[in-house]
């Protein structure tokens, strides 16, 4: 039987563990090791309920498997890539609890979390997160990298690019595109504003003056 390591001992490795605990192949295909993370105390304030081992220095093995318990995409790409090139082998990761529709396509090393809905005919780019209890509509595309926090609404025909963070409750509305490396704020609604495109991240823009707009553009600040 394999093991199971997370890479990341934050809050979300610290979820993604329990969830990979409760998961039908724990104990049938991998065993959950602990983790991994270069803070070998991330686990003090916890009871140190798992091991911690170096990130630094690790060679992936072909009796161990991973997950990337990381939420913020340039951190989860920085450290997870290496692991990915030097043959680590990343599980795509569907908790019990969570609703894939038909024509679903999930690439390699993500992680879809309880509650969330996937309806149809849906692609996921590889190692993009959908956390706790989102929806993402039909024809949605999610490009790699990508982390959707908890409750967040992706409707139909929605083209979110790779490396973007979309905060808690943060909603795209039917047919937009949110750009590459973008932050979308909690909150946030991506709405009738006259643009196809969230640019990356909002930054270097200047403050805009219609009231939709403005709404939009302090939210994902």
């Known amino acids: 039987m394999k093991k199971l390591l997370i890479v990341g001992a934050g809050g979300f490795g610290r979820e993604l563990y329990v969830w990979a605990s409760q998961h039908p192949d ?3 295909a991998w065993t959950v090791a ?11 304030p916890f009871g140190s309920f798992a091991p911690v081992s170096p990130l630094a220095g690790h060679k992936p093995s072909a009796d161990t498997v991973y997950l990337a318990g990381l939420g913020m995409p340039p951190l989860k790409e920085k450290l997870v890539a290496p692991l990915v090139a030097a043959g ?27 509650g969330a809905i996937l309806s149809v ?10 956390n706790l209890n989102c929806t993402i509509g039909h024809d949605a595309r999610l490009g790699p990298w990508t982390s959707l926090s ?22 795209i509305i039917p047919g937009k595109t949110v750009g590459s490396r973008s932050t979308v704020g909690a909150g946030a609604v991506g709405a009738a504003v006259g643009a196809r495109e969230i640019s990356p991240g909002l930054g270097g823009a200047p403050p805009p003056t219609n009231a939709a707009m403005v709404a939009l553009w302090w939210g994902c600040r």
């Open 26 to 28: 724990c104990g049938r």
């Open 34 to 44: 602990g983790f991994l993370d270069d803070n070998l105390d991330a686990l003090a």
């Open 88 to 114: 680590a082998e990343f599980l795509t990761f569907v908790h019990p609890q969570a609703l894939v529709g038909a024509r679903v396509k999930l690439g390699k090393g993500v992680v879809v979390c309880p």
């Open 121 to 130: 005919d849906i692609e996921i780019g590889d190692f993009a997160m959908v």
């Open 150 to 171: 908890a409750q967040c609404d992706i409707t139909g025909h929605v083209r979110v690019a790779d490396r973007v963070f979309l905060g808690s409750r943060a909603s």
